[in-house]
Protein backbone atom coordinates (compact mmCIF):
# COMPACT_ATOMS: atom_id res chain seq x y z
CA UNK A 1 0.00 0.00 0.00
CA UNK A 2 1.48 3.35 -1.31
CA UNK A 3 2.15 5.58 1.71
CA UNK A 4 1.36 8.95 2.03
CA UNK A 5 3.46 11.70 1.34
CA UNK A 6 4.32 14.11 4.46
CA UNK A 7 3.65 18.01 3.74
CA UNK A 8 6.49 20.14 5.07
CA UNK A 9 10.28 20.32 5.12
CA UNK A 10 11.75 18.06 2.20
CA UNK A 11 15.26 17.63 2.75
CA UNK A 12 17.61 16.33 0.40
CA UNK A 13 21.77 14.87 0.97
CA UNK A 14 24.35 16.57 -1.14
CA UNK A 15 27.40 15.52 0.48
CA UNK A 16 30.09 17.44 -1.69
CA UNK A 17 28.02 20.77 -0.08
CA UNK A 18 28.53 18.73 4.02
CA UNK A 19 31.63 20.61 5.47
CA UNK A 20 32.80 17.20 5.36
CA UNK A 21 30.33 15.19 6.70
CA UNK A 22 28.88 11.75 4.97
CA UNK A 23 24.93 11.55 4.08
CA UNK A 24 24.93 9.20 6.55
CA UNK A 25 25.66 11.67 9.31
CA UNK A 26 24.40 14.51 8.21
CA UNK A 27 20.39 12.67 7.41
CA UNK A 28 20.56 11.08 10.81
CA UNK A 29 21.50 14.86 12.13
CA UNK A 30 18.11 16.34 9.70
CA UNK A 31 15.89 12.91 11.11
CA UNK A 32 16.65 14.39 15.06
CA UNK A 33 15.25 17.20 14.13
CA UNK A 34 12.06 15.85 13.10
CA UNK A 35 12.21 16.47 9.52
CA UNK A 36 9.68 13.44 7.71
CA UNK A 37 11.15 13.57 4.13
CA UNK A 38 14.16 12.71 3.05
CA UNK A 39 15.76 12.16 -0.41
CA UNK A 40 18.66 10.76 -1.37
CA UNK A 41 20.78 11.99 -4.09
CA UNK A 42 24.19 11.96 -4.88
CA UNK A 43 25.86 12.30 -8.69
CA UNK A 44 29.19 11.02 -7.83
CA UNK A 45 29.10 7.85 -6.49
CA UNK A 46 29.40 4.25 -7.67
CA UNK A 47 26.03 2.49 -8.17
CA UNK A 48 26.87 0.09 -5.52
CA UNK A 49 28.18 3.28 -2.82
CA UNK A 50 25.07 4.26 -3.43
CA UNK A 51 22.79 1.27 -2.34
CA UNK A 52 25.25 1.13 0.60
CA UNK A 53 24.33 4.36 2.53
CA UNK A 54 20.96 4.27 0.63
CA UNK A 55 20.54 0.87 2.81
CA UNK A 56 21.34 2.47 5.56
CA UNK A 57 19.33 5.57 5.30
CA UNK A 58 16.35 3.27 5.01
CA UNK A 59 16.97 1.92 8.30
CA UNK A 60 17.17 5.10 9.53
CA UNK A 61 13.90 6.70 8.27
CA UNK A 62 12.20 3.38 9.25
CA UNK A 63 12.95 3.98 12.43
CA UNK A 64 12.08 7.49 12.60
CA UNK A 65 8.92 6.31 10.65
CA UNK A 66 10.40 9.46 8.06
CA UNK A 67 9.34 9.19 3.88
CA UNK A 68 12.29 7.80 1.97
CA UNK A 69 13.20 8.81 -1.50
CA UNK A 70 15.67 7.64 -3.96
CA UNK A 71 16.71 10.10 -6.85
CA UNK A 72 16.77 9.06 -9.98
CA UNK A 73 17.90 5.05 -9.55
CA UNK A 74 14.89 3.21 -9.31
CA UNK A 75 16.99 0.12 -8.96
CA UNK A 76 18.18 1.26 -5.84
CA UNK A 77 15.11 2.79 -4.72
CA UNK A 78 13.82 -0.98 -5.24
CA UNK A 79 16.58 -2.87 -3.63
CA UNK A 80 16.40 -0.75 -0.11
CA UNK A 81 12.62 -0.45 -0.09
CA UNK A 82 12.81 3.20 -0.30
CA UNK A 83 9.41 5.08 -0.56
CA UNK A 84 9.49 7.03 -3.69
CA UNK A 85 11.32 7.66 -6.81
CA UNK A 86 12.68 10.82 -7.79
CA UNK A 87 13.06 11.36 -11.82
CA UNK A 88 14.17 14.49 -13.83
CA UNK A 89 12.98 15.45 -17.31
CA UNK A 90 15.87 13.28 -18.82
CA UNK A 91 15.47 10.54 -16.93
CA UNK A 92 13.02 7.15 -17.20
CA UNK A 93 9.91 8.00 -18.42
CA UNK A 94 7.23 7.78 -15.80
CA UNK A 95 4.67 5.47 -17.46
CA UNK A 96 7.85 3.40 -17.49
CA UNK A 97 9.14 3.74 -14.03
CA UNK A 98 5.59 2.98 -12.95
CA UNK A 99 6.04 -0.69 -14.56
CA UNK A 100 9.65 -1.47 -12.75
CA UNK A 101 7.85 0.23 -9.55
CA UNK A 102 4.76 -0.64 -9.21
CA UNK A 103 1.76 1.14 -7.83
CA UNK A 104 2.85 0.93 -4.41
CA UNK A 105 5.72 3.86 -4.57
CA UNK A 106 5.41 7.16 -5.05
CA UNK A 107 6.70 8.98 -8.45
CA UNK A 108 8.10 12.45 -8.49
CA UNK A 109 9.12 14.65 -10.93
CA UNK A 110 11.06 17.36 -11.69
CA UNK A 111 9.28 20.15 -13.86
CA UNK A 112 10.32 23.79 -15.28
CA UNK A 113 7.28 24.95 -16.81
CA UNK A 114 3.62 24.83 -16.88
CA UNK A 115 3.67 22.08 -19.55
CA UNK A 116 5.81 20.02 -18.15
CA UNK A 117 3.33 20.14 -14.94
CA UNK A 118 0.64 19.60 -16.61
CA UNK A 119 2.30 16.67 -18.45
CA UNK A 120 3.49 14.72 -15.09
CA UNK A 121 -0.36 15.57 -13.36
CA UNK A 122 -1.63 13.33 -17.07
CA UNK A 123 1.02 10.56 -16.57
CA UNK A 124 -0.07 10.20 -13.02
CA UNK A 125 3.59 11.15 -10.98
CA UNK A 126 2.60 11.42 -7.43
CA UNK A 127 4.03 14.79 -6.83
CA UNK A 128 6.15 17.09 -8.97
CA UNK A 129 9.51 19.55 -7.81
CA UNK A 130 8.44 22.92 -8.93
CA UNK A 131 11.77 25.02 -9.93
CA UNK A 132 14.36 25.93 -9.56
CA UNK A 133 12.83 28.56 -7.95
CA UNK A 134 15.77 30.58 -7.56
CA UNK A 135 19.60 30.44 -8.84
CA UNK A 136 20.97 26.52 -7.40
CA UNK A 137 25.10 25.26 -7.50
CA UNK A 138 24.16 22.13 -6.46
CA UNK A 139 24.25 19.83 -9.46
CA UNK A 140 25.42 20.48 -12.47
CA UNK A 141 23.77 21.28 -15.98
CA UNK A 142 20.90 22.76 -14.05
CA UNK A 143 17.59 24.45 -15.34
CA UNK A 144 17.90 28.75 -15.07
CA UNK A 145 15.44 30.02 -12.32
CA UNK A 146 11.89 29.90 -13.32
CA UNK A 147 11.26 32.59 -10.82
CA UNK A 148 8.05 32.65 -8.17
CA UNK A 149 5.69 32.82 -11.10
CA UNK A 150 6.24 29.34 -12.22
CA UNK A 151 5.23 28.62 -8.64
CA UNK A 152 2.23 30.72 -8.29
CA UNK A 153 0.59 28.84 -11.56
CA UNK A 154 1.55 25.12 -10.03
CA UNK A 155 -0.35 26.05 -6.75
CA UNK A 156 -3.26 27.33 -8.97
CA UNK A 157 -3.69 25.11 -11.62
CA UNK A 158 -2.05 21.46 -10.40
CA UNK A 159 -3.74 19.29 -8.03
CA UNK A 160 -0.91 17.27 -6.95
CA UNK A 161 1.56 17.36 -4.05
CA UNK A 162 4.38 20.17 -5.48
CA UNK A 163 7.57 20.56 -3.62
CA UNK A 164 9.10 24.03 -3.93
CA UNK A 165 13.07 23.79 -4.81
CA UNK A 166 16.14 25.44 -6.19
CA UNK A 167 18.29 28.10 -3.78
CA UNK A 168 15.67 28.05 -1.13
CA UNK A 169 16.88 29.80 2.12
CA UNK A 170 16.48 30.76 5.37
CA UNK A 171 16.44 34.64 3.98
CA UNK A 172 13.53 34.02 0.95
CA UNK A 173 11.93 30.89 2.86
CA UNK A 174 9.03 32.84 4.17
CA UNK A 175 8.23 34.24 0.70
CA UNK A 176 8.23 30.84 -0.63
CA UNK A 177 5.71 30.02 1.85
CA UNK A 178 3.41 32.51 0.93
CA UNK A 179 2.27 30.51 -2.08
CA UNK A 180 1.31 27.20 0.16
CA UNK A 181 3.06 24.81 -1.79
CA UNK A 182 2.77 21.32 0.20
CA UNK A 183 6.47 20.94 0.32
CA UNK A 184 9.56 23.29 0.70
CA UNK A 185 12.90 21.52 -0.24
CA UNK A 186 16.26 23.03 1.44
CA UNK A 187 19.29 21.81 0.42
CA UNK A 188 22.57 22.87 1.17
CA UNK A 189 21.15 25.99 3.60
CA UNK A 190 20.79 22.65 5.73
CA UNK A 191 23.68 20.48 4.70
CA UNK A 192 26.43 22.66 4.68
CA UNK A 193 25.24 24.44 8.03
CA UNK A 194 27.56 24.23 10.89
CA UNK A 195 24.78 23.71 13.34
CA UNK A 196 21.89 21.83 11.12
CA UNK A 197 19.21 21.63 14.32
CA UNK A 198 19.80 25.35 14.30
CA UNK A 199 18.61 26.20 10.75
CA UNK A 200 16.25 23.63 10.69
CA UNK A 201 14.27 24.83 13.87
CA UNK A 202 13.93 28.38 11.97
CA UNK A 203 13.20 26.75 9.40
CA UNK A 204 10.25 25.22 10.54
CA UNK A 205 8.91 27.82 12.69
CA UNK A 206 8.53 30.11 8.84
CA UNK A 207 7.09 26.91 7.10
CA UNK A 208 4.48 26.03 10.55
CA UNK A 209 4.03 29.75 11.05
CA UNK A 210 2.89 30.39 7.25
CA UNK A 211 -0.03 27.79 7.22
Do not use: W
Amino acid sequence: MKKEMPKGLYAITAENFSNGRNNIEVVKEILDCGVMTIQYRDKIKTKSEKLRQCEIIRKLTQNYGAFFIVNDDADIALACNADGIHLGQDDMPIEEARKIAGKDITIGLSTHCPQQAAAAELCKADYIGVGPIFKTFTKENVSEPVGLEYLDYCVKNIKIHKVAIGGIKLSNLLQICSYKPESVCMVTQITSSQNIKRTIKLAMEIINGSR
